[in-house]
């Protein structure tokens, strides 16, 4: 899908993002800075050093209310939101009865509702499912995107530089947990979490207040060593520690067992696409989601082919020069039989067969573990 | 952005300087930058000969496999493998340290049918 620059939406911090140099591009309908004169790989480096502040308003979020709420969200998610205490945020997925993942989403139980963020392409989409699914129970789901904006602040010293603007205890939230305040006076949900392998927090505030958050941000970390970070970056850390990427990770077509992503499976409750699930589990699934890293040098591209010995086997669909692991890597679906940790496999490049091997992930073990 | 007086350039963005008896060839500034953060160079063996115009290797950013082309015909008589461990010596020095290829050229004619500085300047505004 193609869209002109005329239909791109363009955040509160778009002028912001021109005037300091970001190089904007056409992300999931939206115009996103893809970097900063600093480049990608110092990003990168910053944010696992010392901190990156991430225009993400791009992201959706939705607002869950009603009396029947919880039990609505049960039988959505895969998780078992009924172990959720006030305040905790909890990664899971949407799939479609076939086992195919509608997307993955972020969960926050609040006093009164639930608040969900989910990826900016699949907006629309995710609205009018959740909505098809709340027949029978009493519930509501609004879309709350555009008044609330979205930034992240990841990194070892993110916690200290927050700390500078708020009145919230950062001690008393918990990796996973979400807590209300102000932040530099401004109403703000922070929450706990991330999406880079380093401690943090995604803050939601109301969107008008935008350029003033993040420029007070940037004053209160500069001793830190906070500088913005682009898209660019936010892949190559969101890769690193494994975490999915809708569109390449997953999709409608991918289930959450050959994305390895069991850990998000609470198999024990009925949510939609458990059976098919449970299924594929039992039979073993055809295919699985690999890291491997390149023995011969070169980038693994999305959509290059992979081979096994003589015969091709799948494709990659995330590849990059990975900057702490300082390795050309990538992620692949192939048959289940070899994807065991130290398989050679060989990627085409370049009409060109260039040795890999598969290895055990991530590239990057979270800081917060 | 910075631009060498003494190269001659392609439209492609690879530029060309006489160095003695051999030119060196590396790519601008300009395409440094618009690459983004380099991450590989894909160099051609020594002793290869190519014409004007073949390719001679690959430059890969953290956004883009990019072909390299030859300014002009000759045999390849070194590469800069020092970039193998530091890629990103393209970024910062993209006329000095981060040069690619050095050929003995093959065709002297062919020099005067690249960019001047100021062609070149033109052709990327």
């Known amino acids: 899908m193609t869209q002109s620059a005329e239909t791109l939406k363009r955040t509160n911090l778009y002028d912001w993002h021109v005037a300091h140099g970001g190089r904007m591009v056409p992300f999931a309908g939206w115009e996103m800075p893809v970097q900063y004169p600093t480049g990608p790989k110092e990003e990168h480096r910053a944010t696992r050093r010392a901190a990156g502040l991430f225009d993400i308003d791009h992201m959706a979020q939705f607002s869950v209310s009603g009396s029947q709420a919880e039990a609505y969200l049960n039988r959505l998610t895969s998780w078992d939101v009924t172990t959720m205490k006030v305040n905790d945020a909890h990664y899971a997925l949407m799939c479609y009865e076939d086992g195919g993942i509608v997307d993955d989403i972020y969960l926050y139980r609040l006093p ?23 027949v029978g129970f009493d519930v509501t789901v609004t879309d709350v995107s555009d008044e609330t904006y979205m930034l992240a602040l990841q990194g070892p010293q993110a916690i200290r530089i927050l700390q500078k603007l708020t009145d919230v205890s950062m001690k008393s939230v918990a990796r996973f947990t979400i807590a209300e ?184 073990r979270p800081a917060y573990k | 952005m910075k631009l060498d007086k003494n190269a001659r350039y392609m439209e492609s963005h690879e530029w060309a300087r006489k160095e003695g008896d051999v030119i060196v060839i590396g790519i601008s500034d300009h395409a440094q930058d618009s690459l983004s953060d380099v991450v590989f160079v894909e160099f051609p063996d020594v002793g290869d000969a190519l014409a004007k115009g073949d390719v001679f290797g690959v430059v890969e950013s953290v956004k883009a496999a990019s072909d390299l082309y030859m300014p002009v015909s000759g045999e390849v008589v070194a590469i800069n493998d020092t970039l193998e461990d530091t890629p990103e010596v393209v970024n910062s020095d993209p006329f000095g340290a981060g040069w690619m290829i050095k050929i003995s050229p093959g065709n002297p004619a062919e020099w005067d049918e690249l960019l001047s500085p100021e062609q070149y300047e033109a052709s990327i505004e």
Do not use: C
């Open chain 1, 112 to 134: 009164n509702r639930w608040f969900i963020a989910l990826n900016a392409s699949n907006r629309a989409k995710d609205l009018a499912w959740m909505q098809a699914q709340t």
């Open chain 1, 181 to 364: 305040g102000k932040v530099n006076g401004i109403s703000t949900l922070i929450s706990r979490t991330g999406y880079t392998g380093e401690d943090g927090v995604e803050l939601f505030f109301p969107a008008e207040q935008a350029v003033e958050m993040w420029e007070s941000l940037l004053e209160a970390g500069k001793s830190e060593g906070l500088i913005p970070v682009g898209l660019a970056a936010r892949d190559s850390l969101r890769f690193e520690p494994g975490f999915p990427l809708y569109g390449h990770e997953i999709n409608a077509g991918i289930t959450p067992i050959e994305a390895r992503l069991g850990w998000v499976l609470s198999l024990n409750k009925n949510f939609i696409g458990r059976q098919a699930i449970l299924k594929q589990k039992l039979e073993g699934p055809s295919r699985l989601l690999v890291g491997f890293e390149m023995i011969d040098r070169s980038v693994p591209r999305e959509g290059y082919d992979v081979y096994y010995q003589a015969e091709k086997v799948g494709h990659v669909v995330a590849g990059i020069f990975a900057p702490t692991a300082e390795k050309f890597a990538g992620h692949a679906f192939v048959p289940a039989g070899i994807a065991k940790p130290g398989t050679k496999i060989r990627i085409e490049i370049r009409n060109k067969l260039k040795e890999a091997l598969i290895i055990r992930r991530p590239f990057y």
